[in-house]
């Protein structure tokens, strides 16, 4: 029963409830971890996947371990930190055909090594490691749907960093496409295509169209508890307007959003 809950906030419908059941397996912890995490509770995510990696320090759940704390590290801006835990996970995942999850464990370390160099301005290398992860993705015969979610979202990251608006809209819509497609699961994953989809507008010059996803998507992270994302979307809507709020009201949004991660262990990042 606690698997099947926590499967259900890491990567189902209802990614909101708090607590969190107990986790006591190892893929219990990673699953409490990643639901913990998009609620914006990293102190409690870090624990579990701190305990995890003590109870399992090899293979794919020790490398999926690595990769959600890199996605910790980058959220709250720290790519280099991040970097070096996705490192570590690509190094656990392999070889690719000695665990079911290893290439899962894979992918979200490339994906997420793509991530970081793209925040440190490492746009080609960015690239590289985009198209390796899709060539390792070509593998699998049926890879979870939300590995190809995640390639769209820093894809399309990677084009608005370059300036490409066509082509980060083109990647930002596949990922809103491929995410309805996985509803009732994924809804977190539902949401943040959402998010990324609202900068990849704003890239593109379509502010009134932005302004609009984004005030959709705001109101979807408050009815789920998904506080990074909230934080995430105030912060876009505090530079182009909301069309529901006023600018009062997105900053304090924003603001409480802040220190509400603060106050679940989040560790901000000086840039």
């Known amino acids: 029963m606690n698997s099947t809950a926590l499967a259900a906030a890491a990567f189902g419908d209802t990614p909101g409830p708090w607590p969190l059941p107990a986790a006591h397996t190892p893929a219990q912890l990673w699953l409490r971890a990643v639901a913990a995490a998009g609620q914006g509770r990293y102190g409690s995510a870090r624990a579990d996947l701190a305990d995890l990696r003590r109870r399992q320090p090899a293979g794919a759940l020790a490398a999926l371990s690595c990769s959600t704390e890199a996605s910790l590290r980058r959220q709250l801006g720290g790519h280099r930190e991040a970097a070096g835990w996705d490192g570590r996970a690509l190094a656990l995942a392999q070889p690719l055909g000695a665990d079911p999850m290893a290439l899962q464990a894979c992918v979200d370390a490339v994906v997420g090594l793509a991530a ?19 060539q390792i993705m070509r593998r699998a015969e049926a890879p979870p749907k939300r590995l190809a979610i995640r390639l769209t979202w820093v894809s399309a990251e990677l084009a608005m960093a370059a300036g490409r608006g066509a082509d980060a ?12 497609q996985a509803l009732p699961g994924l809804r977190r994953h539902r949401v943040k295509s959402d998010v990324v989809l609202a900068a990849a507008l704003c890239c593109a010059g379509s502010i009134e169209s932005a302004r609009e996803v984004a005030d959709t998507a705001l109101a979807d992270t408050q009815t789920h508890g998904l506080v990074p994302l909230r934080w995430a979307l105030a912060c876009l809507l505090a530079d182009i307007d909301s069309a529901t709020l006023t600018s009062e009201q997105v900053a304090a949004i924003r603001d409480d959003c802040a220190g509400a991660i603060t106050r679940r262990g989040g560790r901000w990042t000086r840039r």
């Open 116 to 134: 970081d160099a793209l925040g440190v301005g490492r746009l080609a290398l960015s690239g590289r490691l985009l198209e390796q992860a899709e």
């Open 169 to 180: 809209l083109t990647h930002a819509r596949r990922g809103v496409e491929l995410a309805e």
